[in-house]
C-alpha cells in the first residue's frame, strides 16, 4: 500500500466519466490514502455527494458558503493535501483553473494548493482537439500540473477517440510512482534540446522539420518537477517557456551546436530532444531567391551535436541522452548510434509515430537493455526517460562544478 498515509483531494468535475471517480476514491483508500472529497456543480449532477460521503465517511466539499464550514475550506484543503487529482477534468473546469478562478470548491482548493495537482481529463475527442483545450492544457502543465491523460477509447456517446479517462487504477498507479520519485533529480543541472532547427535558404525561405518541441519542453518540464535545474537550448517552437528553466534560444544547428558545446561541462545530463537539421544550404542567398525554370540546392553537412558531445565529454555529463527517429530496424539503429555516438540511452521512436503529436511510442535502448514503452503522451514518456536518467545517476557519484575533481574517471 504504497500511498499509506497520503492525503489526497480527489476534485469531481461535470463529466460522464464522474462515475468513474467512485472507483478513483474506493482505490486511493485502498491504498492506503485518506482521501476528501470536492465536487462542482456539475459534478453533483451526475453522482450524488452522499454516495462519496458514504465511502470516505466525510460528506465532500461542494458549496464553499456553507455554514457547516466554521472558516475557509478551500485553505484547509489545499493545505492539507499532498496532491489533489481532478477526475474527470472537464474542458470547462481546466478552462477555469488555467483562467485563474476560483469560484467553486474545487477551483478555490486548486488555488490553494500545496501539493502537487493532477488532471486526469475526459471529454469528447473534438472538445479534447480543440484549440482553447490544448492551449489551457499547456498553461495548466507549464505552472507544474501533471495530466493524467486522456486515452484513446471508446468515448460516451459510442465514437473511438482520444478523450477518454485514464482507467482509475491507472490513475493510483500513476499517483504512487509520483509520489515515490518526489525530487529525486534535486541538485542535478540537466541541459535538453529541443525543437526544429530551421536552415536557412534565403531572407524569408528556410528548410526545417515537423518537430514542434513538444518532447524536450515535457522533458524540462517534468526535470524541473522533480527538482532539477534545466537549462533548455531551443529551435524555434510555439510553446511556452516551462517556468523555472534558463531557455536559450536558437534557430540553425549550428547555433544549437555552440550553444551546446559551450554548456554542457556545467550538466550532469545531457538530452538532445532536437530533431536538428543534417544538412543545411551551402550558401544562404542574400536576396530572396527569385523564380526560375528550376533551383538546385547544394546541401552540406551540419556538425553532429549528439556524436561531439560524446566525443568530447569527459566526467560531464554524468548521463548522455540522445533520440534516434527511424523509418526500419529501430532498435538496431538505435543500438548502432548509442555505441557510435558515446551516449548512455537512446530514445528510438518509429518516423511514423510521434514527432508533432501530444503522445509518442518509444523504445528505451540502453548498453544492456531495450525497453519498449507502450504509446503514452509525452509527458509521460518524458518521466520514464527520466526515471532511467535517474537510475543511471544513482550509479555515478554526486559531482561538484569543478572539472578535474577527486572522482575525474582517468
Ligand atoms: C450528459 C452530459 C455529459 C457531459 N460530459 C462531459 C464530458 O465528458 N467532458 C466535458 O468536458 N464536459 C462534459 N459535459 C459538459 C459539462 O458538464 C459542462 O461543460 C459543465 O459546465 C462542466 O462544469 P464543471 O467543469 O464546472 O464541472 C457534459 C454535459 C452533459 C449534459
Redesign the pocket.
Known sequence: MSLQGKRIVVG??????AFKAVELVRELMRRGAEVQVAM????T??VGPITFAGLTGKPPVTDLWAEDYAGEVHVELGEWADAIVVA??????MA?AASGLAD?A?LATLACARGDIFFA????HR?WAHEATQANVARLIERGAVMLGPVTGTL?NGEIGL?RMMEPEDIADELETQFARGDDLAGRHVLITAGPTHEDLDPVRFLGNRSTGKMGYAIASQALRRGASVTLVSGPVNLPDPRGADVVCVRAAREMHEAVMQRFEEADVVIMAAAVADYRPEQRAPRKIKKGNGLQLELVRNPDILADVGAKRGHRPAVLVGFALETENLEQAARHKLERKGADLIVANAASDGLAGDTNRATLVEASSATSLPEMSKHALANQILDRVSALLQRQPRRTATKAGPDAPN
Open positions: 469531481i468535475s461535470g463529466g460522464i466519466a462542482t456543480n456539475a459534478a449532477r451526475f474527470p477534468a472537464t474542458m470547462n473546469l477555469r467553486d474545487v481529463p475526459a471529454m469528447h472538445m460516451a478523450g
